[in-house]
């Protein structure tokens, strides 16, 4: 699905990551680790194509993302959805449009949608908050509804970096069942995070890897966690 | 094709246009800048269609007649006169030569030397009206003749007096056309820095838009249908204004001579509704431009 092959990738500074090699297989549940600041974000930002590496070949869907042109990529990205620990939504805009969002972007107008859209709300427990404005919405509800937002569209691969970032525990661990349920649909999930708390929890209801990246490389870690 | 892609840029979406927040100082910046822009297209488009037809009377009026001054001894003056106009009968190009009378020139002179000239008393040349008919006078032939045959006689087609009026016509419609296209520039590039301020201030939209997957088509269209409407109908007010400023100038008269023509005439009227127009097709480049350019700097 995603395939990452000695991808090495450097800031200004320096190396960030390097020899880089991955495959995420479809239905899989991956959580990446390690310290603030070794690459997670980063790497996430490679699989959808945000960032380009500087050397080795990643390709999604197949297809090596080097070689696609913005129209491509774009295309891409409604078969990824992305959680970001800050959200990012549009703030002038119901929380009903920012999840709706992908659908307006890739021009979808049907009517079922909004009857799809109306139960997504209700599954992440948002079915009561569509006409709120989103910086109206706690930490947890901004989460949910960016959950929302990655799924609408049905993506195959859902990537979320630092969900669980700006919420308690308790709501961390109706996320996590949030994804856990997308896994079981068959979407491969792939979440970076610290919270090593958050990892055991998931372990003990899915089948999860760890990979985690430490000096530069990306590493299968190993079950004791 | 680039008309249907146009079209499709600019229809009105209102899903998507809601992806661009309404408000802003920029909105009323565009607003008034195209309003402003085009109140002074109008008055520059109504000096040079005014210095058009202006030149143009000039030049026709000025054109179709000349004039035959002789000057000679008294006791000579009917003999010459009467030889000039054998002449002038028998020239092609001539479709009617007249002898002014005497009260007639009393009333050409009289601005200068006052109402009561005694014209019998002073060696007044005498002035032969010539109208010039199709095809036209050849003056340098006319002039060989003449000189051969009426010592006395000067023709003046009248092309002294046309040529510098007709010059300075002319470069008054050059000078508002150049002024209309000033305005057109100064309008793209004001409504360029304006979609730029808005694009980066909604950078982190356009950040968001492109990670759920937008093209960059949406998104150029979201900003360049906000720019054009904004602009076409900050033009209308403009045009408007302006056009009722127009109305106001004084009505054309003898006394106010070719100031008073300023303004539109017939047809003319509807000339500036093309200036709306022209203003949208002005935002509409920029924005598309200058989105294209911001997005290309973004993954």
């Known amino acids: 699905m995603i395939e990452l092959e000695d991808v090495s990738y450097s800031y200004g500074g320096g190396e960030l990551l390097s020899d880089v090699s991955l495959q995420l297989q479809p239905g899989s549940f991956h959580f990446l680790t390690g310290p603030s600041g070794a690459g997670k974000t980063t790497l996430l930002k490679l699989c959808y194509g945000a960032l380009l590496p500087n050397s080795g070949r990643l390709s999604a869907f197949g297809e090596d993302i080097s070689s696609l042109d913005r129209d491509q990529m774009a295309l891409l990205r409604r078969r990824i959805g992305i959680v970001h620990q800050d959200c990012r939504f549009l ?21 079922t949608e909004q009857e799809n859209l109306t139960e997504l709300l209700n599954w992440v427990g948002l079915g009561s908050r569509l006409q709120a404005l989103p910086p109206e919405l706690s930490g947890g509800e901004r989460q949910r509804a960016a959950l929302a937002r990655a799924v609408i569209l049905s993506p195959d691969l859902v990537l979320a970096d630092e969900p669980t970032g700006n919420v308690d525990w308790e709501m961390s661990q109706r996320l996590l069942h949030l994804l856990i349920e997308l896994n079981r649909m068959g979407k491969t999930i792939l979440i970076a995070t610290h919270d090593l708390g958050l990892i055991r929890a998931a372990k003990s209801q899915v089948q999860a890897r760890v990979l985690r990246i430490s000096h530069r490389q990306l590493q299968l870690a190993g079950a004791d966690l | ?121 002073l060696p007044v040349p005498q002035l032969i009206e010539i109208t010039e008919g199709d095809p036209g006078l050849d003056a340098v032939g006319l002039r060989l003749r003449l000189g051969a045959e009426v010592p006395g006689a000067v023709l003046d087609d009248h092309s002294r007096w046309r040529e510098p009026l007709v010059t300075a016509a002319n470069s008054l419609r050059r000078l508002g056309w150049v002024s209309i296209l000033l305005i057109g520039g100064a309008t793209a590039a004001m409504i360029t820095l304006a979609a730029n301020a808005s694009l980066a201030a909604n950078a982190q939209i356009v950040e968001v838009l492109r990670q759920v997957g937008a093209k960059d088509r949406f998104i150029v269209g979201a900003f360049v249908r906000r720019f054009t409407f904004r602009a076409f109908f900050g033009a209308v007010v403009g045009t408007l204004l302006g056009m009722s400023g ?14 008073t023509g300023l303004g539109f005439q017939g047809i003319g009227w509807l000339s500036p509704a093309l200036i709306p127009l022209l203003g949208a097709c002005v935002a509409f480049v920029a924005t598309w431009s200058a989105a294209r350019r911001k997005l290309k700097e973004l993954s």
């Open chain 2, 1 to 121: 094709m680039i008309g249907e892609g146009v079209r499709d840029l600019l229809r009105r979406d209102g899903r998507a246009d809601r992806v661009v927040p309404p408000t802003g100082f920029t909105a009323q910046l565009t607003l008034f800048v195209s309003g402003a822009m085009a109140f002074l297209a109008v008055f520059a488009l109504a000096l040079s269609l005014a210095a058009g037809r202006l030149a143009e009377r000039w030049a026709s009026e000025l054109a179709g007649a000349a004039t035959l001054r002789i000057n000679a001894p008294v006791e000579q003056l009917a003999a010459q006169t009467e030889t000039a106009l054998v002449v002038l009968r028998q020239t092609p190009g001539v479709a009617s030569a007249r002898v002014l009378t005497a009260e007639e020139q009393v009333a050409l002179l009289s601005p200068w030397f006052g109402p009561d000239l005694p014209l019998d008393t």
């Open chain 2, 246 to 259: 127009v109305l106001l100038l004084p009505e054309v008269s003898e006394e106010g001579g070719f100031l």
């Open chain 1, 91 to 111: 703030d002038h805009m119901t929380v009903a449009e920012n999840v709706a969002l992908p659908l307006t972007v890739s021009g979808s107008t049907a009517e």
